[in-house]
Each structure stands twice: as structure tokens, then as C-alpha cells.
């Protein structure tokens, strides 16, 4: 069992659509990212969370430490939010263990 | 902010030649620095960190080595590549005020 698990592993969404992204994981982590791959390979980070909730445009990612479970949703979803969405978590020495990726096409 | 400088961005070599890759950036000031590997179809792997000159931590066996000659100058090298070494290799920093990580553009190795 790998020890970042997303779900789902495709999601395809129509325009204006709320999407969410779920990621769990299995040990301690200090902190949780979720990074965004666009199709070139160029990976941005989007969030660097440890606790409660951040928001960034349309954008919001959320993490229950206790239950060690992480979701980024995405409000009235756009074409140019079709990406491969990877959570990771952070260990010691920063070091980051990453999930599969969500491949989101949103069609217009 | 930091900028992660990667070349060359695509790379085609042969099985049994040597690579480097180079990793340089700016904006910064004692990194930490990290070599990650995208094999195709499946999720990043941590392959190296260093959290200083010539400090440098292996996550895992394999048929690569890393440096870290300068500062901010990070280097992927093997002797003889193989084809299991294909695959998109991105260097990636620790921001210094919000310690998100930032990454490089990426180089597409290509062993045939």
C-alpha cells in the first residue's frame, strides 16, 4: 500500500463544475502540499498546508490531521484547470513521498 | 523568490553512456535541494537531497550519483546509464520564508 494515496485517479468535469480531489496518507507527516503538472511536465506548487483550511482564488485545499486526509477542491472549474493534481506529504528533512496524481480535464 | 535554472531540457542517450545533469539557482541562499525522478506513467520519486555543499543524502539504490559542488549548483550523474534510467527529472528547492517547494522545468532523458 503506498503511503499517499489519491482519489480518484482520472476525473473528467464539465465547465463550471465544483471538482474535489481527496489524498490520504499513512504516516506522520509535517506538512501537506499539493502540486499542479501541467502538460509540458512544469510543476507548481499550490498549497502548503499543516492544518485547517487555505484558499487561493478558486482554489482550496483542506486537511484533517486526526484522520489524515487531505481535499482540493476547485470552484467553477475552467478548461485551463485540466492538469495532473499531485498531493505530497512532507517527512523529515522536508523530504516529500508523492501520490499517483489526478488527471481533471475539464471540457468546455 | 527562488528560480530553478534545469538543462538540457530534453536529452536522448544511449544505453552504457555517462550523464549529467545540471541544477542551478537563484534568488536564494544555502538550499535544500532535491533530484526527483518521474518514471513514465507512474508518480514522482524522491532520488536525492542535500541540505548543503557536498552533504548529500540517497533515497534510494540506483545507478545514479549526485553532487553539490557550489551553493546552489546541483548535479545528476551516472557512469553508464540503462534504460530503466528514463524518465523526467525534475531538481526542486525549499523556499526560504514559506518552505513550499519549488521546481525546475524539468529534463526529459530519453536512454535508448
Known amino acids: 500500500k503506498n503511503e499517499v494515496e489519491q482519489s480518484p485517479q482520472n476525473l473528467t468535469a464539465q465547465e463550471g463544475e465544483f471538482i474535489t480531489i481527496n489524498c490520504s496518507y499513512s504516516?506522520?507527516?509535517?506538512?501537506l502540499h499539493w502540486l499542479q503538472q501541467h502538460p509540458g511536465g512544469g510543476i507548481v506548487s499550490l498549497f502548503m498546508?499543516?492544518?485547517g483550511k487555505k484558499k487561493h482564488g478558486r482554489l482550496i485545499a483542506t486537511i484533517n490531521i486526526q484522520e489524515k486526509h487531505s481535499s482540493l477542491h476547485i470552484t467553477a472549474s475552467h478548461p485551463r484547470d485540466s492538469a495532473v493534481y499531485i498531493c505530497?506529504?512532507?517527512?523529515?528533512?522536508?523530504?516529500?513521498?508523492f501520490g499517483e496524481g489526478t488527471q481533471l480535464t475539464v471540457n468546455p | 523568490s527562488q528560480t530553478i535554472h534545469q538543462w538540457p531540457a530534453t536529452l536522448v542517450q544511449p544505453v552504457g553512456s555517462p550523464l549529467s545533469l545540471e541544477c542551478t539557482v537563484e534568488g536564494t541562499s544555502n538550499p535544500n535541494l532535491y533530484w526527483y525522478r518521474q518514471a513514465a506513467g507512474r508518480g514522482l520519486q524522491l532520488l536525492f537531497y542535500s541540505v548543503g555543499i557536498g552533504q548529500i543524502s540517497s533515497e534510494v539504490p540506483q545507478n545514479l550519483s549526485a553532487s553539490r559542488p557550489q551553493d546552489r549548483q546541483f548535479i545528476l550523474s551516472s557512469k553508464k546509464l540503462l534504460l530503466s534510467d528514463s524518465g523526467f527529472y525534475l531538481c526542486?528547492?525549499?523556499?526560504?520564508?514559506?518552505?513550499?517547494?519549488?521546481f525546475g522545468p524539468g529534463t526529459r532523458l530519453t536512454v535508448t
Open positions: 505530497a506529504v512532507e517527512t523529515s528533512g522536508s523530504r516529500l513521498t
Open positions: 526542486a528547492c525549499r523556499g526560504d520564508a514559506n518552505y513550499e517547494q519549488y
Open positions: 504516516v506522520g507527516i509535517s506538512a
Open positions: 498546508l499543516s492544518s
